[in-house]
């Protein structure tokens, strides 16, 4: 049962976060981020990008962050994607509440589920490979194999690169 419950509790997290922020960001203005030398925080520069460009600055972004999730859970038996989640999701839902007051449910759903569920996934399948050797680490408890578990982390990350390539197509001018 241990085995999975750590991917129920960040669905949980997840879904709580972004609940929560989408009923937050309907009722207020999100500041604009400022800029700085990486492309991802300045939209026009973003998208004034080539395509493979713009592929590698999205896909480099969200390696990092499952990366950090893989390596730091293996530190904190977990935690740290716990809360990286719950923050995760709370500033995905700001946005998607604001956006909900300019477009429709559908354009958003169309737009954001195509590549938002994959990059997700591969994320948490870091994560949670991340989890499994904390888990080995610290309690001496094996649930998959080392084998697996490598099987795991390729997978998100392959699943991350192909929803980078995916959210490029949807964000194109």
């Known amino acids: 049962m241990l085995k999975y419950s750590y991917l129920f509790l960040l669905f949980?997290?997840?879904?709580?976060?972004?609940?929560?922020?989408?009923i937050v960001g309907k009722d207020s203005v999100i500041i604009?981020?400022?800029t700085n030398d990486n492309p991802l925080f300045d939209i026009e520069s973003f998208l004034n990008l080539g395509y493979?460009?713009?592929?590698?600055?999205?896909a480099h972004n969200n390696l990092v962050v499952a990366l950090q999730c893989l390596f730091f859970n293996i530190f904190t038996v977990g935690i740290y994607s716990v809360l990286h989640s719950?923050?995760?999701?709370f500033i995905i839902g700001l946005?998607?509440?604001?956006?909900?007051?300019?477009?429709?449910?559908?354009?958003?759903?169309l737009k954001f589920l195509s590549y938002g569920l994959t990059e997700?996934?591969?994320?948490?399948l870091l994560a949670y490979s991340g989890f499994l050797i904390s888990i080995k680490f610290?309690?001496?408890?094996?649930?998959?194999?080392?084998?697996?578990?490598?099987?795991?982390?390729?997978?998100?990350i392959f699943?991350?690169?192909?929803?980078?390539?995916?959210e490029n197509l949807c964000i194109q001018k």
């Open 12 to 22: 949980i997290l997840y879904s709580i976060g972004i609940s929560y922020g989408i």
């Open 32 to 34: 604009d981020v400022p």
């Open 52 to 58: 493979l460009q713009r592929v590698y600055e999205i």
């Open 86 to 89: 719950l923050y995760n999701s």
């Open 95 to 109: 946005f998607l509440g604001e956006a909900l007051t300019k477009v429709t449910v559908l354009d958003l759903l």
């Open 120 to 124: 997700l996934m591969g994320i948490w």
């Open 138 to 156: 610290f309690f001496g408890r094996r649930f998959f194999s080392k084998k697996r578990i490598l099987y795991f982390i390729l997978v998100g």
């Open 159 to 166: 699943l991350i690169i192909e929803s980078a390539f995916i």
